[in-house]
Antibody, heavy 122, light 106 residues
């Protein structure tokens, strides 16, 4: 059973870089799923940030693409998110999730990590 | 860019049927996924590939998708079903979410 756990600083200063890691357990990150980041500002809806495969191939939300980098570390069975030049608008709960794909068809985001709140404030 | 629209809120009496819609251009040509999110919790997949239920999801949850509208139906709604529900689809390699619907069980 795949389990995911986000970790990282809960407070980031404006203009700095937000960095989070998602540790995967119960499954080898190299075995075939895709892996993604999603965020949810307080009281608002879900926003997809990006997706990565164990090969390092990525897809990013066009609205965030200029500021986002997602990377994978297969030796540690984890993947990471970096979001640079943050502002208060980037304050959100950040989730990581497993993403299915079969024969070029994108599938569900399941399961999700528990999420971690990141606040951007000086 | 592709967008999906959900009603902000839906109310239902216990035991009745709740229907939550998700609208988008030719949405029926895409797979739709539905997630349930209770306060303070992570989203949970309740319907995948339009109408399939993951193991552990009660049979009262069902889904359909045709034309421009996907629908999540909860039959015999229970108090525990009160939550936010999000539809999700893919546009090329971009994951898209509807704005979410708050289901209130009165």
């Amino acid at each position: 059973q795949v389990q995911l756990q986000e970790s990282g600083p809960g407070l980031v200063k404006p203009s700095e870089t937000l960095s989070l890691t998602c540790a995967v357990s119960g499954y080898s990150i190299s075995s075939g799923y895709y892996w993604g980041w999603i965020r949810q500002p307080p009281g608002k809806g879900l926003e997809w940030i990006g997706t990565i495969y164990h090969s390092g191939n990525t897809d990013y939300n066009p609205s965030l693409k200029s500021r986002v980098t997602i990377s994978v570390d297969t030796s540690k069975n984890q993947f990471s998110l970096k979001l640079k030049s943050v502002t208060a608008a980037d304050t959100a709960v950040y989730y990581c999730a497993t993403i299915g794909r079969q024969q070029l068809v994108w599938l569900s985001l399941d399961p999700w990590g528990q999420g971690t709140l990141v606040t951007v404030s000086s | 860019s592709y967008e999906m629209t959900q009603p902000p809120s839906v109310s239902v009496s216990p035991g009745q049927t709740a229907s939550i819609t998700c609208s988008g251009d030719k949405l029926g040509n895409k797979y739709v996924f539905w997630y349930q999110q209770k306060p303070g919790q992570s989203p949970v997949l309740v319907i995948f590939e339009d109408s399939k239920r993951p193991s552990g999801i009660p049979e009262r949850f069902s889904g359909s998708n045709s034309g421009n509208t996907a629908t999540l139906t909860i039959s015999g709604t229970q108090a525990m079903d009160e939550a936010d529900y999000y539809c999700q689809a893919w546009d090329s390699s971009t994951a898209l979410f509807g704005g979410g619907t708050k289901l209130t069980v009165l």
